[in-house]
């Protein structure tokens, strides 16, 4: 939905950057003319250019290719990740304009989902780009060549909230038998998280999981194939002591980040100005606690989230389900007039959300967050100046 002034419609600021996937441009092509972008996307594309080739030789013109819309693939896995943090970056460049010294100053922290986290470990100011994504593209190539064998599952409950524990047992067990790795990679929600899987050990999950997971969990198998990070499965090509020994020399700032970050390494504000090297590391093999930071940023009373890059996917969709399903709980009149037994009784598919809801009231804040995605906003003014766009601003609200 629209809204006016949706920029100076929250006082505690969250910024989030996107991570890797299967289509990685968006609408940066749209925006290459974009009186706000169109030299700021060319100079950070050129920079990450230069830096494919310095770190893996590659000849590449990413404006270019953003600009013929070459599409994404696992061959194109390194200058994807390149493309994305400079897209980012690039759009933190606006957002400081868009939103003013008064606007940067409601801005409360910073978070990113698995590659976002990069951007922000930048943003803030404890890497430059280059220290930073360096490591990331020389680690790239072999991220890519375990992907062909990768394969990527959806475990959801209906009911109940997830038993993460026998989730992580049964991956071991089945990691056990040799036939490949398997591992948590995400942890979405109480009731989600995603697998990764080599071979046809998430086929063989699925096939089993009926024996020690109730019947209102399922498994939806992605048709992509994935480049294995945070799980353990880049231990293969020993991608997390390669990552440490690279960060080892490369130049942290021992300061505070100018923002706090919230990371989903950590599932928390974690980076302190010592510790750069050591999330960084961890940042390669630890799964992603999202769902934590999302709680985080609740109980924090984050009242918008700005979302940078092109086309975030995992955090909006995560906050908009979230905020959705706690409306239609609160909807419900037996939440006023029947208590919460039976407010939890008539909502058995959301079992999960209605026990966490009975005794964590941040959880309520989620309808009132409101959340901005970047490059939609910036597509549909195309040609306002920055005074006019202060005023003729569109919000993504969670309906």
């Known amino acids: 939905m629209n809204a006016p002034n949706s920029f100076q419609a929250g006082n505690r600021i969250a910024v989030s950057f996107r991570g890797y996937n299967v289509t990685n441009a968006g609408k ?4 290459l003319s ?10 950070r594309l050129a920079e990450a250019s230069r830096l494919c080739h310095d770190v893996l030789g590659l000849q590449v013109d990413l404006y270019k290719d953003v600009a013929e819309g070459r599409p994404s693939s696992l061959e194109t896995y390194s200058p994807d990740l390149a493309t994305i943090v400079a897209t980012e970056l690039a759009h933190w460049d606006a957002l400081r304009d868009i939103l003013g010294k008064d606007g940067c100053s409601r801005i409360r922290l910073l978070t990113g989902y698995s590659l976002g986290e990069v951007t922000a470990v930048i943003v803030a ?3 430059s780009f280059e220290a930073a994504m360096a490591p990331i593209l020389e680690l790239s190539v072999d991220a890519a060549v375990l992907a062909p064998a990768v394969s990527m599952g959806i475990v959801f409950s209906r009911g109940p909230s997830l038993d993460v524990e026998v989730i992580r047992e049964k991956c071991i067990d089945l990691t056990a038998r040799g036939n490949g790795i398997i591992a948590i990679s995400t942890y979405l929600s109480p009731n989600t998280v995603l697998l990764m899987g080599e071979g046809d050990t998430v086929d063989q999950f699925k096939a089993e999981m009926a024996d020690c997971l109730p019947r209102s969990v399922h498994l939806r198998k992605n048709p992509h194939h994935w480049p294995p990070l945070h799980t353990p499965i880049v231990l293969k090509k020993h991608l997390r002591d390669r990552a440490a020994v690279m960060l080892q020399t490369a130049e942290c700032k021992p300061i505070l980040p100018e923002l706090p970050i919230l990371s989903c390494v950590e599932g928390d504000i974690a980076y302190n100005g010592r510790n750069t090297r050591h999330l960084m590391t961890d940042w390669v093999d630890h799964p992603q606690l999202l769902w934590d930071c999302v709680h985080a940023m609740l109980c924090m009373g984050i ?3 700005i979302h940078l890059g092109p086309e975030p996917n995992i955090l909006p969709a995560t906050l908009t389900r979230l905020a959705d399903n706690v409306q239609s709980q609160l909807d419900k009149p037996s939440w006023y007039s029947y208590g919460l037994r039976t407010f939890s009784r008539l909502t058995a598919d959301r079992r999960w959300l209605a ?4 005794r964590d009231a941040a959880l309520l804040r989620a309808p009132f967050v409101k959340q ?3 490059e939609d906003w910036l597509v ?3 040609d306002a100046t ?10 993504t609200e969670p309906a």
């Open 125 to 127: 100011g404890l890497m």
């Open 372 to 374: 901005v995605i970047l």
């Open 34 to 43: 974009h009186p706000l972008l169109k030299d700021r996307l060319r100079d």
């Open 355 to 358: 026990n966490l809801i009975s």
């Open 28 to 31: 940066t092509r749209e925006l």
């Open 303 to 305: 009242d918008q989230v």
């Open 380 to 382: 549909e003014s195309p």
């Open 386 to 395: 920055e005074a006019e766009r202060a005023k003729a601003e569109k919000t």
